[in-house]
Nanobody, 115 residues
Framework: QVQLMESGGGSVQTGGSLTLSCVGS????????MHWVRQVPGAGLEWVSS????????DYSDSVKGRFFMSRDNSKNEVHLRMTNVKPEDTAQYHC????????RGPGTQVTVSP
């Protein structure tokens, strides 16, 4: 079955950087558009970014555009999210997923941005 596992979260100060990673298994990773979504307690899932199977085409929400950068390594079944110039409002549980709505998402990794 589809399995996704995120890592790399932690605490970071405003303006800092962090890189999240996600490893996938149980599906043809190299053929699938991958996504990052995030969730704050009490709120719904928020789509963050997507990357096409070719690793070239990416898309970002307006809230992170120009600050977050998504990449993938199909040889390792990995996607990454490089977070730069982070803000307190980026604090959330981050999940990788196989759909913008958070389908098949992993357990997530927590990112906490302090002022």
């Amino acid at each position: 079955q589809v399995q996704l596992m995120e890592s790399g979260g932690g605490s970071v100060q405003t303006g800092g950087s962090l890189t999240l990673s996600c490893v996938g298994s149980g599906f043809p990773f190299y053929r699938v558009v991958m996504h990052w979504v995030r969730q704050v307690p009490g709120a719904g899932l928020e789509w963050v970014s997507s990357i096409h199977a070719d690793g070239v085409v990416t898309d970002y929400s307006d809230s992170v555009k120009g600050r977050f950068f998504m990449s993938r390594d199909n040889s390792k079944n990995e996607v990454h999210l490089r977070m730069t110039n982070v803000k307190p409002e980026d604090t959330a549980q981050y999940h990788c997923a196989t759909s913008r709505q958070g389908g098949n998402r992993g357990p997530g990794t927590q990112v906490t941005v302090s002022p």
